[in-house]
């Protein structure tokens, strides 16, 4: 069997019964990038050398026995705004252009307790700031299934190396919708978790109060191991929540008997692209077939998410890039008159349009004058839109309706109009706002031949849901797309 | 007639928490290490890194806050004061703003002008930033961050003072409470508590206030003396000439004795606070609150009154023990061993002070244990060493902490007690002093003591003073 | 309410956000931050007179350390990446007179 058929459990599997070695595994990663990747450009940076060391001494653990977890053996793409002890973390920006970590982010950590071999880091919008893979100061990512086309975005490097067979599975960081938006554009598998379930120690922080680490695989059962392996009770980060059902594997069950699902109406407006809007309710179909109870509502103040999104994360991001000055690591212009203008030079310099428009906005919503205006109003609708989840859940198990209103565009096409560009975000943010667990799975192709994602939403805490669903749904498809 | 002014002034002190270790990280807080060796991904910004708060912090707060008749604010946040300087490695300084632990408080003081109370506006938690030192060789600086993260507490005065005495009774007032908590060494020179002043002047007997200015780097009760004076000076003659004060932050050059002001247009001083969304807010229920109040110790005012019931010593003698926790504790214990309040404050009050000021120390670096004063005592008691020696004794202690009985046996300085060997001693004494002998017959009292002087002197001083006298007499 | 953005308060959010803005870089993000603004204003349709501003989703609280030195000495971690380094500390630009 070709190696890189495999998702990552059953490579693991095949690993551990003998079939196959990590070694081997990891040879069939590097052949598929060394053949992808001049077009691609998943990567950002590439240990090739410390991936096959790490992979031999995971084979000699695994043979003696001392490694046995369902990861264990298999090759891993981190995204670039992930600390990793040792390796460049540029987070797709000049400004940290040669900056290595003292330490590894915590979920990374996590992997490689259980087994799981890096390869390298993948690129993203800058300071995952962008839903295209556009901002990067490394060049585009192109979306594999028609490299004229983005892999979205910010995780798009992510979702592109699953998407290409350039590593098993990978890690991304969803702040507005950057994992589950790249993954539908790629035909992958995105989820992101209730908030604080997985540690943001070591990541670079975006939007504290929205950013959470989540994984993009092959399919929904890789999905539910690596989430089980990353989400931890992590001291270190006083927004980690200590869970006792982690075992998200144990809700890959084919069944979804009497589950209430809610689409709502709202998502289905203007501006939803009709082939996307087709699968979607074709999708909603097949689970009622499954026997899942699935009717219509009004989520309500869906349309205020945006704005909300926007001027938190962008107050978030002004805060937490301030400390980007040329003075304890990364860029340093190089001439400068006093420390002031060493700042700017530095900064003006470092950072790609887009981030520089988002500290600008962030900056000013903050500004004396008008914090209560902007920044306080947008803290009280986002309760208001928590409320209206809240109720949403009363009544239903779970939401389901789109990703994102198209397909993957061309690359060169968003940019231009960055408003535009953040109105593509509308279905992925609110689940941010409210701190809910998201997942993005394949529910169809379009004419063109791009993927459509569908996505999932449930109530905190109920990943398991998510998952049971996702699976459900997703034995069917894989079935009918055969 | 010269306008007649009135100064008004509030303060802010920063005061360094003693905790062991930082506020959002397990860094030390020691003092004295080489650059940055106390240093993590935390307190230096690295990108990723997360701020997890010290408990300790918080109690250290709410206990000054209870003692300074603040209400606790039990539900209470931290937020985000964002400037770029190169101390404040993350060029936000984590404090809070929009719900301070405290608030609401007063504390009492008093002055040549009687009692008054000065209020207390609010107290906050907040983080300290790093060193710069400048570079001369380089024209450049260079950053330490050792310091960065250690826990400050910002106490907001009302502008309730109206003169510098006023504001050195308050921070002398703040300063105690601080150290009978033991939450700060609380020292002015060393940076451990540092005071900003607001100073405005207006007219006697106007409503409202005039425009504050704001003056930093004041490290001595002097500086802050001559600043307030200077400032004082500098606004009234703006005034008197027409011209206005700017509301502007000024900083103080002690060997100048000048201000001047802080102006950069690159300073707009608009921090953009927020809520920290790395921090959790911090719940203090009623229960943690009564605990924190339960551990409150015994305030000076309190242990005045108790010790003049309890003991029979000078009021005077009293002011001064309690001035300083430390002595006062040094005082308890000692007497709680020898059961002599008044022995006990003699030492403190006389030997132990000259030593202090001769040394230029302060009471809290006072090394010796209360079991060694008690010795001490005990042996003078006893009549096993003369005050004389145990004045050399106590040196000796005051320096290294010494056992006095110990060191009474290895050295060899206990009193002889043997009225043979005494009477033998006096005998050659009076053999050959023969003038003096004959002096104190013929009616010179006075020439006994020349011949207590010479018996000490061949007893090397191990004698009692009081039997050597007795036998004098005896044989005289 | 686009008109609230003009030069000087680019000129401002410039000296607050550390960016030296060439004049088209000025000109789009006055373009850029009206254009936001006027998005964002949406929100002022909501009526949010009896709602408590949300900075976190959960009421997770009281996450403390306790005081215990656990960090020996990083220096030689926390210099690895400065751009100027002199006596075990970062070398910055003169900051003051």
Not at chain 1, 179 to 193: E, N, T
Not at chain 1, 444 to 466: C, N, V
Not at chain 2, 436 to 449: C, F, H, L, T
Not at chain 2, 460 to 476: F, H, I, Q, R, S
Request: proline share 4%; with cysteine; hydrophobic share 35%.
């Amino acid at each position: 069997m070709d190696i890189l058929a495999y998702s990552a459990v059953e490579l693991s599997a095949a690993i551990k019964a003998g079939k196959v070695t990590a070694v081997e595994a990891m040879e069939a990663v590097f052949a598929r990038i060394d053949e992808k990747e001049s077009t691609v450009n998943a990567y950002v940076t590439i240990d090739r050398e410390q991936a096959f060391k790490t992979a031999t001494i995971t084979q000699e653990k695994i043979e003696k026995g001392e490694l046995t977890g369902m990861l264990a053996g298999v090759p891993v793409a981190i995204k670039d705004n992930l600390c990793t002890e040792g390796i460049r973390t540029t987070c797709s920006s000049k400004i940290l252009e040669n900056f290595v970590p003292t330490f590894s982010a915590e979920a990374v950590l996590n992997l490689e307790k259980a087994g799981a071999v890096m390869i390298g880091k993948t690129n993203m919008d800058e300071f995952a700031m962008g839903s295209t893979t556009e901002t990067s100061a490394y060049g585009v990512t192109r979306n594999p299934w028609n490299t004229d086309h983005v892999p979205g975005g910010s995780s798009g490097g992510s979702a592109a190396a699953v998407a290409a067979g350039e590593c098993f599975f990978a890690l991304g960081s969803d702040t507005g919708g950057s994992i589950r938006q790249p993954a539908s554009f790629c035909g992958v598998v995105g989820l992101k978790p209730t908030y604080g379930t997985v540690s943001r120690y070591g990541l670079v922080a975006y939007g504290s109060s929205l950013d959470q680490i989540g994984p993009l695989t092959k399919n929904v059962a890789d999905c539910a191991a690596v989430l089980e392996a990353i989400a931890s009770h992590d001291t270190k980060d006083s927004t980690s929540v200590e869970r006792k059902d982690t075992d998200f594997t144990t809700a890959l069950i084919d069944d979804v008997k009497g589950m209430k699902i809610g689409i709502p109406r709202d998502y289905f407006g203007e501006g939803l692209d009709s082939e996307v809007k087709d699968a979607v309710f074709a999708a909603a179909k097949t689970l009622a077939a499954k026997g899942a109870v699935v009717e219509e509502f009004d989520l309500s103040l869906v349309e205020y998410a945006i704005p909300t999104y926007y001027t938190i994360a962008a107050a978030e991001a002004s805060s937490n890039l301030e400390r980007f000055d040329g003075i304890k690591y990364g860029y340093r212009a190089a001439s400068y008159k006093g420390l002031h203008d060493m700042y700017k030079k530095t900064r003006s310099e470092g950072f790609g349009a887009e981030v520089k428009r988002r500290i600008m906005l962030g900056s000013f919503v903050l500004s004396s004058g008008y914090y209560d205006a902007y920044y306080l109003k947008a803290l009280k609708v986002k309760a208001m839109i928590k409320k209206a989840f809240d109720e949403a859940f009363a009544k239903y198990d779970l939401i389901l309706g789109p990703v994102a209103p198209t397909t993957a565009p061309k690359i060169g096409e968003s940019l231009s109009d960055p408003l535009k560009m953040y109105l593509g975000d509308i279905y992925t943010i609110s689940v941010n706002l409210a701190g809910l667990p998201g997942i993005s799975l394949p529910c169809g192709i379009d004419t063109k031949g791009l993927p459509i994602g569908l996505q999932l939403i449930a109530d905190s805490f109920q990943e398991k849901r998510l998952i049971q669903a996702a699976y459900t749904y997703e034995q069917t498809y894989s079935k009918e797309m055969r | 007639m010269a306008k007649q002014y009135e100064t008004v002034i509030g303060l802010e002190v920063h005061v360094e928490l003693a905790t062991k270790t930082k506020i959002f990280c397990g860094c030390s807080t020691a003092f004295g290490g080489a650059p940055n060796t106390h240093t993590c991904p935390v307190c230096t910004g690295m990108p990723g890194s997360l701020p997890v708060l010290n408990k300790q912090v918080v109690n250290y707060a709410m206990a000054v806050g209870l003692a300074t008749n603040c209400t606790i604010t039990q539900y209470c946040k931290f937020d985000r004061k964002n400037y770029f300087y190169p101390d404040n490695p993350q060029n936000y300084q984590i404090s809070q703003l929009y719900l301070p632990i405290c608030r609401n408080g007063y504390v009492d003081i008093e002055t040549s002008e009687g009692k008054k109370s000065v209020g207390i506006h609010e107290i906050h938690m907040e983080e300290d930033a790093g060193k710069l030192i400048h570079d001369e060789w380089e024209d450049c600086s260079l950053v330490d961050y050792n310091r960065s993260g250690v826990p400050l507490i910002e106490i907001v005065s009302e502008p309730d003072m109206r003169s510098a005495e006023e504001v050195i009774a308050y921070l002398e007032k703040l300063r105690m409470i601080v150290q009978y908590l033991g939450v700060s060494d609380c020292k002015l020179n060393e940076g451990s508590m540092r005071a900003d002043v607001n100073l405005s002047v207006r007219e006697v007997g106007a409503e409202t206030f005039g425009t504050r200015t704001e003056m930093k780097n004041l490290n001595s009760f002097r500086a802050i003396t001559h600043a307030i004076a200077g400032e004082r000076e500098r606004q009234i003659e703006l005034l008197e000439t027409g011209q206005q004060v700017t509301q502007e932050t000024r900083r103080w050059d002690d060997t100048k004795e000048y201000s001047y002001a802080m102006r950069s247009k690159e300073d707009a001083q608009d921090y953009r606070y927020f809520p920290d969304p790395d921090l959790v807010p911090v719940y203090i229920s009623d229960a943690w609150l009564q605990q924190v109040r339960d551990n409150q110790p015994e305030f000076r005012e309190e242990k005045m009154a108790r010790y003049k019931k309890e003991f029979d010593i000078p009021e005077y003698d009293i002011g001064i023990i309690t001035d300083s926790k430390h002595l006062a504790d040094l005082f308890e214990e000692t007497v709680a061993i020898c059961g002599q309040p008044k022995k006990v404050s003699n030492w403190l009050m006389g030997e132990t002070l000259r030593l202090l000021k001769e040394k230029n120390m302060d009471p809290e670096d006072i090394c010796f244990s209360p079991q060694n004063l008690a010795r001490l005592i005990g042996l003078v008691d006893s009549k096993a060493v003369n005050s004389t020696v145990a004045k050399e004794i106590f040196e000796v202690m005051f320096a290294e902490d010494i056992d006095p009985e110990k060191y009474v046996e290895e050295k060899g300085l206990k009193t002889v007690n043997d009225e043979g060997a005494l009477r033998k001693i006096i005998e050659e004494v009076i053999a050959a002093n023969p003038q003096s002998v004959e002096d104190y017959r013929g009616g010179k009292q006075k020439a006994i003591g020349f011949l207590v002087g010479q018996t000490m002197k061949a007893m090397k001083g191990k004698a009692d003073p009081g039997m050597v006298n007795k036998v004098l007499k005896e044989l005289l | 309410m686009a008109n609230i953005i003009t030069d000087e308060t680019i000129e401002y959010v410039g000296i607050l956000a550390k960016l030296a803005l060439s004049e088209d870089e000025k000109k789009q993000a006055k373009k850029d931050m009206g254009r936001m603004l006027d998005y964002i204003d949406k929100l002022a349709a909501l009526d949010t007179t009896e709602i408590e501003p949300m900075s976190h989703v959960f009421s997770v609280q009281n996450v403390f350390r306790e005081d215990v030195v656990t960090n020996g000495d990083e220096s030689e971690k926390t210099l690895k990446n400065a751009p100027g380094e002199k006596d075990n500390m970062f070398m910055v630009p003169k900051t003051f007179d």
